[in-house]
């Protein structure tokens, strides 16, 4: 037997369908929504909403979709405070200080990291996330890298294998990177649905990261890069090239990047998404990524958290679209639309179908429309505007996941 619920009285709603509203937010004044079960039944003006099992009164505050955090890296044990601390002091950052966690990663129970995991993403389902990505990459044994997939999978709505992260300090990178592309990428991927690769000096050279992502498509993992992002690199270039869901960070760009990434979506096809981490460039003292220069060159972007112990240890999406729109120069609409449905693109969760780590079929997320998840974000204010005019402030008022409200 379904259960319906009318949401209305909302001041602003954001759908992220421009067909249903005004610009790319598709924004609605005085609207209503209606949920069944977990999907959304029903979107339009308050005053022509249908009758519901039980009704929540939004008071004339605004409603968007709940956040879509592409890009974290959250099954980890340990502290990194020492680090952050000499970075704030004057210290670069380098890719090595990874190697600090895989080790207290690797000396951590089952049951340490998976309490660790559900701490952290209850943080940001109370912050409005109600999709979640994360990745493997701090075991980077086999046993280390299936025991990190397995944990995640029962807690997150993707599962990234992070195998080519770094080479572990006791390693051959020539052993290491025929180990993460043959056994270990055999043995963990039951548990994920795509692959990553930290392209980049200190971690994978091109040539390395090429064959890493040529495996991943070999097996019929959709591809993920992380590039650019500590100086410039074959990184976006290379994603473009292997038709990657995702290149990430992208704080050092060329012009010939923007234009790779910009000609990937020509012709109505899924292009490359540039996911912008500004949360992590502001950890690392490194540039902003330029979102705004990525936007107009009509680039599809994502906005996400980079959630982590070593260089962006946050949830808070909020805080990352405020960073969009008053540092990175993204106007508030833009800024939602790439932590919503932006982040959907980025993991293949904008249409329906897309298979959680279970293996069971999901509507999608990102707008609110009907047929799509009910997940959405209740704020105690009247505009979306108001996470950029406010910044820092607590403005989550309700959360509903699948149709059920969890904050």
Same mark, same amino acid.
């Given at each position: 037997?379904?259960?319906?619920?009318?949401?209305?009285?909302?001041?602003?709603?954001?759908?992220?369908?421009?067909?249903?509203?005004?610009?790319?937010?598709?924004?609605?004044?005085?609207?209503?929504?209606?949920?069944?079960?977990? $999907?959304?039944?029903?979107?339009?003006?308050?005053?022509?909403?249908?009758?519901a099992?039980?009704?929540?009164?939004?008071?004339?505050?605004?409603?968007?979709?709940?956040?879509?955090?592409?890009?974290?890296?959250?099954?980890?044990?340990?502290?990194?405070?020492?680090?952050?601390?000499?970075?704030?002091?004057?210290?670069?950052?380098?890719?090595?200080?990874?190697?600090?966690?895989?080790?207290?990663? $690797?000396?951590?129970?089952?049951?340490?990291?998976?309490?660790n995991?559900?701490?952290?993403?209850?943080?940001?389902?109370?912050?409005?996330?109600?999709?979640?990505?994360?990745?493997?990459?701090?075991?980077?044994?086999?046993?280390?890298?299936?025991?990190?997939?397995?944990?995640? @999978?029962?807690?997150?709505?993707a599962?990234?294998?992070?195998?080519?992260?770094?080479?572990?300090?006791?390693?051959?990178?020539?052993?290491?990177?025929?180990?993460?592309t043959?056994?270990?990428?055999?043995?963990?991927?039951?548990?994920?649905?795509?692959?990553?690769?930290? @392209?980049?000096?200190?971690?994978?050279?091109?040539?390395?990261?090429? $064959?890493?992502?040529?495996?991943?498509?070999?097996?019929?993992?959709?591809?993920r890069?992380?590039?650019?992002?500590?100086?410039?690199?074959?990184?976006?270039?290379?994603?473009?090239e292997? /038709?990657?869901?995702?290149?990430?960070?992208?704080?050092?760009?060329?012009?010939?990047?923007?234009?790779?990434?910009?000609?990937?979506?020509? /012709?109505?096809?899924?292009?490359?998404?540039?996911?912008?981490l500004?949360? @992590?460039?502001?950890?690392t003292?490194?540039?902003?990524?330029?979102? #705004?220069?990525? *936007?107009?060159?009509?680039?599809?972007?994502?906005?996400?958290?980079?959630?982590?112990?070593?260089?962006?240890?946050?949830?808070?999406?909020?805080? @990352?679209?405020?960073? !969009?729109?008053?540092?990175?120069?993204?106007?508030?609409?833009?800024?939602?639309?790439?932590?919503?449905?932006?982040?959907?693109?980025?993991?293949?969760?904008?249409?329906?179908?897309?298979?959680?780590?279970? /293996?069971?079929?999901?509507? #999608?997320?990102?707008?609110?429309?009907?047929?799509a998840?009910?997940?959405?974000?209740? *704020?105690?204010?009247?505009? !979306?505007?108001? *996470?950029?005019?406010?910044?820092?402030?607590?403005?989550?008022?309700?959360?509903? $996941?699948?149709?059920?409200?969890?904050?």
């Open positions: 037997m379904t259960h319906t619920q009318l949401i209305d009285n909302i001041g602003e709603l954001t759908t992220n369908d421009p067909s249903l509203g005004a610009g790319i937010g598709g924004r609605i004044s005085g609207a209503a929504v209606v949920i069944e079960d977990n $999907r959304i039944a029903w979107v339009g003006p308050a005053s022509q909403a249908p009758a099992d039980e009704r929540f009164d939004a008071a004339g505050r605004a409603l968007l979709p709940g956040w879509v955090d592409s890009h974290t890296h959250l099954v980890f044990a340990g502290d990194r405070t020492a680090e952050f601390e000499a970075r704030m002091a004057g210290e670069s950052y380098a890719a090595g200080g990874i190697n600090v966690t895989v080790a207290a990663t $690797r000396a951590a129970s089952d049951e340490a990291l998976a309490a995991l559900d701490r952290l993403v209850t943080e940001a389902r109370h912050g409005g996330t109600t999709t979640l990505e994360t990745k493997t990459g701090y075991g980077l044994t086999v046993a280390d890298e299936v025991r990190s997939a397995q944990i995640a @999978c029962q807690i997150v709505d599962v990234t294998f992070l195998g080519a992260h770094v080479v572990p300090a006791e390693a051959d990178p020539v052993d290491y990177l025929a180990l993460v043959g056994p270990m990428l055999d043995a963990v991927a039951p548990y994920v649905t795509a692959v990553d690769v930290f @392209c980049e000096a200190g971690a994978f050279d091109r040539a390395a990261s090429a $064959r890493v992502l040529e495996a991943a498509g070999a097996r019929g993992l959709a591809t890069v992380h590039g650019n992002q500590l100086g410039h690199g074959p990184g976006v270039q290379l994603a473009v292997h /038709g990657a869901l995702s290149v990430d960070h992208v704080g050092f760009l060329d012009d010939a990047d923007v234009a790779a990434l910009a000609d990937s979506w020509r /012709g109505g096809g899924h292009g490359t998404v540039a996911t912008v500004p949360a @992590c460039d502001l950890s003292r490194m540039p902003l990524a330029p979102a #705004r220069q990525l *936007l107009d060159a009509g680039v599809t972007v994502a906005i996400a958290s980079n959630g982590n112990p070593g260089t962006s240890y946050t949830s808070s999406m909020a805080f @990352c679209v405020a960073t !969009a729109v008053l540092q990175m120069r993204l106007t508030i609409q833009e800024a939602v639309h790439a932590a919503t449905r932006g982040g959907a693109i980025a993991l293949g969760m904008h249409e329906d179908g897309w298979l959680d780590p279970r /293996g069971i079929a999901q509507p #999608r997320v990102g707008v609110i429309a009907e047929g998840r009910a997940d959405l974000h209740l *704020l105690d204010a009247p505009a !979306a505007t108001h *996470l950029a005019y406010r910044p820092g402030m607590p403005l989550t008022a309700a959360v509903w $996941r699948a149709g059920t409200r969890i904050v």
